[in-house]
């Protein structure tokens, strides 16, 4: 039975795939074959739309999800998620101003 919280390891797994094929695409790029880092970095695309769109549906059904943690450790979970989040929202643009240059060949 589907529940909601399934999607967590989903976005997990998606997030993992989207990784793999980044560093592939860098590699066969790196070894001139051309058309297997565009395949990569176009399915990379893909997989990173489906992990957002499973990622906003999870926070959106679910609501805040409040860090408990307390002392050092409150201090180093917001030192990570801060720039996290930042640098999440800021990548989005630049992703797709890549992806439409790459798509032109420029």
Same mark, same amino acid.
């Given at each position: 039975?589907?529940?909601? *919280?399934?999607?967590?390891?989903?976005?997990?797994? #998606?997030?993992? %795939?989207?990784?793999? #094929?980044?560093?592939?695409?860098? *590699? !066969?790029?790196?070894?001139?074959?051309?058309?297997?880092?565009?395949?990569?970095?176009?399915?990379?695309?893909?997989?990173?739309?489906?992990?957002?769109?499973? *990622?906003?549906?999870f926070h959106y059904e679910v609501g805040d999800i409040l860090f408990t943690g307390?002392?050092?450790?409150?201090?180093?979970?917001? %030192?990570? #998620?801060?720039?996290?989040?930042i640098l999440a929202i800021v990548i989005v643009p630049l992703a797709l101003t890549? #992806? *439409? !240059?790459?798509?032109? %060949?420029?």
């Open positions: 039975m589907f529940s909601i *919280y399934s999607l967590a390891p989903l976005n997990a797994i #998606l997030n993992t %795939s989207a990784a793999v #094929l980044l560093l592939a695409g860098f *590699y !066969f790029i790196k070894h001139k074959r051309v058309r297997a880092h565009r395949a990569c970095m176009i399915s990379a695309v893909c997989v990173s739309a489906a992990f957002l769109t499973s *990622y906003l549906i307390q002392g050092w450790i409150r201090a180093l979970y917001f %030192s990570i #998620l801060i720039p996290h989040v890549t #992806l *439409y !240059f790459g798509l032109r %060949s420029r």
